[in-house]
């Protein structure tokens, strides 16, 4: 997506070297929508929602980069959704402040658990996806490196496809009369770029969004830049490199065996 | 898709700036498009308030002050913070009847401001006039609050505020609460306890769990008030409310399910069926999940297949876990491929009926009551199929060290035969 604008704003400018000028007063408009729109968005971009669903249908929205934060009593449920797009190898961090030591009464296990967008589990790569915290320990910190996201896969393959991924946070193992004290908890996203390394062929008509049998729920779901189309990958840059390399190679090997031009031997006044 | 309609847009811009040289803001429509309230124009939603004004609520251990005025001073509170759209109730319990006549003290429940718009200084006005007073009859209060809450296709919800466990037994609330949940009316129940001792605690957190509401415990006024609020603000956002749906023993019978949202029930250890038509060149998505909404056994799991008219097993998404959990779920999609037959005959393709099975793997002590079923939540979504891709790899195009290293290779061997061959040629030339 990213590449995609690159693209365009080399085009555009090539156009503007072109035409001269008169222009770029125009162009340098253009350019700005896309700059201002996140920078305004950016207040929004780190602040995120302040409330957590409690079911997948409740899930609080979210965008990667986006900071949500909510209060809960211990023993809730909190969900999240988030969009994931391929390309991307997307990790939940999660903050939990715990509730005030005096009125706690033993340790207590939290975990983070994923789900794409058909409520599938997915597993964590790395990370302290469930933690014990001792009674007299104030915040406990979670994570969850998912698997790279793919453009397509197997039917039958839990692999991660673009779509909204769900975030579930809770406390799994709780001494009883512990529940239901306040505590609160920061979750964010952040993806790690994978390159074309997981680029594959196909892609999903419509990204694994639930509702996603309605298109205003699959673009209200979307990250920020929209879902990709699934054309681009740095396969691309790869292969015309080796096209490109390949022919040098060739002319190379040309030249080295050609000789120059007509052979030494035959005197040039012959 | 979001990338075809920028690359429209931005190509419209670059042509309007191209010949106009000042453009017009095309592209703050699209430039950020939050998620849209999925459904604004519908019911208000309903909540209502059960507020317990038994005896025990005299007790002075919030702040130094009574549990009663704890809790007025947070009704105060949220009265003000309450949204517009949200149709707000009280109700309490053990409020009029302060004799000794167990049959009567269990019966003492009432409406205190009925369900509908808010006028608050009235609300607030009636709250003024409670004084702690009699029994403690949670089980009959929450089935009048259903009854106060009935009707209509709103989210409901109901804020049980108490100190004390139920004293009617034998009624026991957890199972009214499962009661109210099983008829299908969306409702839930959050617990709030102020100061509640283990057997109160017990009670509360089942009834939360009953109904997929939520238990807080209570040791501060503003923990109080700061909580309703939350459970007040909660029922006012707009969330998609199932379908009931009744899911049937065997394919031949199951309901055909329109993408969608589905509730049902489903009793332990047993299987329910659905169906789904799907045409040729679309994909079904399907994802369940299963509320354990009572105290089941530490291992369980769940499983969805997709099953044809004559019993192939085509996809299933299955999914197991331990612990404690709120819900298991599980999903699968199904491409259906094209029809090329079809498709030549120029006839209208055939749509495939596809059998969902869902079971569980629950479990549960024999002192638990397994009817009514645990609550089964079905999404459907009938889509478009994927692109079909020929090769594994992204447009079969390659990546990596390797494939420049075999590329130069091939190149410089063809350069090498090609100068050869040129040489030859040369050569041959030369000799006539």
Not at chain 2, 65 to 87: C, G, H, I, T, Y
Not at chain 2, 386 to 403: N, Y
């Amino acid at each position: 997506m990213r590449t995609v604008r690159r693209l365009l704003t080399a085009v555009a400018l090539a156009g503007a070297a072109l035409l001269g000028p008169a222009a770029t007063t125009g162009l340098a408009d253009t350019a700005t929508p896309a700059p201002s729109g996140s920078a305004s968005g950016d207040a929004a971009a780190q602040a995120g929602p302040t409330e957590a669903g409690t079911s997948f249908r409740t899930a609080a929205f979210f965008r990667q980069e986006q900071q949500a934060t909510a209060q809960a009593s211990t023993g809730d449920y909190l969900y999240w959704v988030f969009p994931a797009d391929a390309g991307g190898r997307p990790t939940v961090t999660a903050t939990v402040t715990l509730p005030e030591t005096a009125l706690r009464h033993g340790s207590s296990t939290w975990r983070i658990d994923v789900y794409d967008g058909l409520r599938r589990r997915q597993p964590c790569m790395y990370g302290m996806q469930s933690r014990v915290a001792a009674r007299e320990v104030a915040t406990v910190e979670l994570a969850c490196t998912l698997r790279p996201v793919r453009a397509s896969a197997d039917t039958w393959s839990q692999d991660p496809l673009p779509g909204s991924y769900f975030v579930r946070l809770t406390a799994t193992a709780l001494p009883e009369e512990d529940s239901g004290q306040p505590f609160s908890v920061r979750v964010g996203v952040a993806s790690r770029d994978t390159g074309g390394a997981y680029a594959t062929d196909g892609a999903l008509a419509v990204p694994l969004v639930p509702g996603a049998t309605t298109p205003e729920t699959v673009e209200a779901l979307a990250p920020e830049d929209g879902w990709s189309s699934g054309w681009w990958s740095d396969r691309w840059l790869w292969t015309a490199a080796g096209g490109v390399l390949a022919a040098l190679a060739g002319i190379g090997g040309y030249v080295l065996t050609r000789g120059a031009g007509r052979p030494s031997r035959v005197p040039p006044a012959a | 898709m979001i990338t075809r309609k920028r690359l429209a847009t931005g190509a419209c811009a670059l042509l309007a700036a191209l010949t106009v040289g000042l453009l017009p803001a095309t592209t703050t429509a699209t430039a950020d498009s939050g998620p849209a309230a999925t459904d604004s124009a519908k019911e208000p939603p309903k909540v209502e308030l059960v507020l317990d004004v038994s005896g025990s609520m005299r007790a002075r251990d919030i702040d130094g002050q009574s549990r009663m005025s704890a809790a007025k001073q947070a009704f105060n509170e949220v009265l003000d913070a309450v949204p517009q759209e949200v149709r707000l109730g009280i109700r309490t319990l053990g409020a009029d009847y302060p004799g000794q006549d167990r049959k009567r003290g269990c019966q003492d429940t009432r409406p205190l401001y009925p369900v509908g718009p808010l006028d608050r200084t009235e609300a607030k006005t009636a709250v003024a006039t409670l004084a702690p007073t009699g029994w403690t009859p949670i089980g009959p209060a929450l089935l009048g609050a259903a009854e106060d809450l009935e009707g209509g296709d709103a989210t409901k919800r109901i804020v049980l505020i108490t100190d004390g466990e139920d004293t009617c037994a034998p009624l026991d609330p957890c199972e009214v609460a499962r009661d109210i949940a099983a008829k299908g009316i969306h409702l839930v129940i959050d617990t709030l306890g102020l100061v509640p001792d283990a057997k109160t605690r017990r009670q509360l957190m089942c009834i939360a769990e009953a109904t997929g509401g939520t238990y807080t415990s209570v040791h501060r006024t503003k923990e109080l008030s700061g909580r309703v609020r939350q459970l007040v603000d909660r029922a006012a956002d707009p969330v998609v409310t199932p379908v009931a749906t009744d899911g049937a023993e065997r394919c031949a019978d199951a309901p055909v399910l329109k993408p969608g949202l589905y509730a049902d029930r489903q009793v332990i250890g047993t299987h329910r069926w659905y169906r789904v038509d799907v045409l040729p060149g679309q994909e079904l998505r399907a994802s369940v999940s299963v509320s354990a909404d009572r105290a089941v056994n530490d291992d369980y799991g769940v499983l969805l297949r997709a099953v044809t008219l004559h019993g192939r097993e085509i996809v299933r998404g299955s999914e197991a876990g331990d612990g404690r959990t709120d819900v298991i779920s599980t999903g699968l999609r199904y491409p259906k491929k094209d029809d090329e037959e079809a498709m030549d005959d120029d006839t209208k393709p055939a749509a495939e009926p596809v059998c969902l099975q869902v079971s569980n793997s629950f479990s549960a002590p024999p002192s638990v009551k397994t009817t009514p079923g645990m609550p089964v939540e079905l999404a459907i979504d009938v889509v478009d199929g994927p692109g079909s891709a020929s090769d594994v790899a992204s447009f079969g195009l390659g990546r990596g060290w390797w494939l420049l290293g075999a590329l130069a290779l091939a190149g410089f061997l063809g350069g090498l035969v090609w100068g050869w061959l040129s040489r030859w040629r040369i050569a041959v030339w030369r000799t006539h």
